[in-house]
Structure formats: C-alpha cells, structure tokens
C-alpha cells in the first residue's frame, strides 16, 4: 500500500462505510493519518474504523447524514474540539438515484440526488474551510464523477449533480487557494461499488450495454484506480506554489493577474509559500 506521508494530520472521509470512500480512509489512515470514517449506516462507519484500528490504524467511527447541514457542522466541530484541528477531507458521500429518463424522472428523486449530491458537498466544505482557515490551510477533495464531464441516459439528476461538484470545487478551489487549501474533485468511471451494483438496472443506455460487471466495452475499474488519482491530489509536493494550483485555477488566476498586475506577486506567493506547502 502507498504511504503519502500524513503522520499527524487529521481528515474526514464521507460515505467512508463502503466502496471507494472505504479505500480512502484505509488508504489514509495507512498513511499515519487519524481519520474520522463518517456514513449514514453507523454499522458499516463502525466496521470500517474498527477494521483500519485492527491493522495498526487510528481511526474513529461518527454516523452523519451530510443531507443535513446542522450535523455536518456539528461533526466537524467535534472533530476540531477532540484533535485540535482538520487537515483534509474526502467528500465521498452519495447516491445513484432513479434510472428514468428526464421526461419521467420524478421532483422527489431529483431533489433527493441534488440535496445528497451537490447541496451537501457544498455544506461539506463550507464547514471544513472554515475549520481549515483557523490551522492555516489544508486540502479537500470531492469525488465527482466521469459523468461530471459527460452525458448519460436515464440519470438526469446525478449527472447534474456531478457537473455541480466540478463547478462548486472550481469556484471554491479560486476562493481560498490564497489561505493554503486546495480544493480538488476526482472524476472516477465506472467503478466496483455498492453504488454501482444499485444501479445495475442501466441496461441500455444511449445505444449501449452496460452490465455492472463490464460495463462500456470492459472498462469497470476497481478502487485503486481511483486511490491512484486521488493519493496525488492529496499528498503531492510541489516545487512552488503556482504548481500547487490546479490548471484551472492557473488559468483563472493568470486572468486575474492580467486585469490587476499586483495581486498574487512573486513577492506575494514567496511570503507565503512555506505556509501553503506545509
């Protein structure tokens, strides 16, 4: 297993009771983090934390519905007053959502896809930037989707959502890049999940079949793929604080420079790099 280096640093991983949010926290407690393993289903939060306990891990279970923006704030609260701070998260947590098309899908499932998929990554990381800025900095990563970037039958919600997230992650990525938090989405494909086998039922889909077993032409993957992309999000040292910044945030804030030649200067990014590295 990949070690990233995060001995005493402190994060949070929704949805971390299964599948993919399961690898990460495994993956980031293995590292030397002390992660708070957070799902709607306190059984699979409690088995996930006992299980990276058992391996030599720190790890601590919380039941949350990340629906609801009180208890998102309340954790992260509670994380901050046991371990004195949070340094990352893994906003993981989320649903597949009716298989209908857009026609027919119903307003009780759409808003149910957009409030679990796109409003709670929001108060997710509204919650954990705020306890971020007060340690000076840290990093967020939202799990999107391929559907973030694409369309695809029968899911209207869900992929609207994913295309939320990527927005969402972009705008607060440029709002607190200054403060030392990054803030980045993966955009998995077709993965073997919990979540996956639930919507087993996209037979055919835009022309073509889709099994849970295969999927599109054979290309199902497992979570490591996903860990491979998201432990370089996380942990990557870079050689300046320019790199640190996604390629849209360089694209964004060279615009910016363009307009106000003095904001975020050499002078400006040397006086802060040590922080925004550390």
């Known amino acids: 297993m990949?070690?990233?280096g995060l001995d005493g640093k402190v994060g949070l991983v929704t949805g971390g009771g299964s599948g993919i949010g399961e690898a990460c926290a495994s993956v980031l407690a293995g590292s030397g983090a002390t992660v708070v393993v957070s799902d709607l289903a306190e059984h699979a939060a409690n088995r996930v934390a006992r299980d990276i306990v058992e391996d030599g891990g720190k790890a601590t279970p919380a039941t949350l519905d990340v629906g609801d923006p009180d208890a998102v704030q309340a954790l992260i609260d509670s994380i901050v007053a046991e371990h004195g701070r949070l340094d990352f998260a893994v906003n993981n947590a989320g649903i597949s959502g009716d298989t209908v098309p857009t026609g027919e899908?119903?307003?009780e499932t759409w808003r149910r896809?957009?409030?679990i998929n796109?409003?709670?990554?929001?108060?997710?990381c509204r919650y954990e930037i705020a306890a971020m800025l007060s340690n000076g900095g840290g990093a967020i990563v939202n799990m999107a989707s391929i559907l973030g970037s694409v369309g695809f039958g029968a899911a209207p919600a869900y992929v609207a959502a994913k295309h939320g997230v990527v927005g969402l992650t972009r705008a607060a990525a440029l709002d607190h890049a200054t403060a030392g938090i990054r803030v980045n989405a993966v955009g998995p494909g077709f993965i073997h999940?919990?979540?996956l086998a639930a919507a087993a039922d996209l037979v055919e889909v835009?022309?073509?079949?889709f099994d849970v077993d295969h999927g599109f032409a054979g290309c199902v993957a497992g979570v490591n793929e996903v860990l491979r992309q998201q432990?370089?999000?996380r942990s990557a040292r870079c050689l300046s604080a320019a790199e640190r910044l996604s390629p849209g945030q360089r694209e964004r804030i060279g615009a910016v420079r363009a307009r106000y030649?003095?904001?975020?200067?050499?002078?400006?990014?040397?006086?802060r790099r040590d922080r925004w590295l550390a």
């Open 2 to 4: 990949a070690n990233y």
């Open 105 to 107: 899908y119903s307003i």
């Open 113 to 115: 896809v957009i409030e």
């Open 118 to 124: 796109l409003n709670a990554v929001f108060y997710c």
């Open 193 to 195: 999940t919990p979540l």
């Open 206 to 209: 835009n022309g073509a079949v």
């Open 231 to 233: 432990g370089l999000l």
């Open 261 to 271: 030649p003095g904001w975020l200067d050499e002078q400006f990014v040397a006086e």
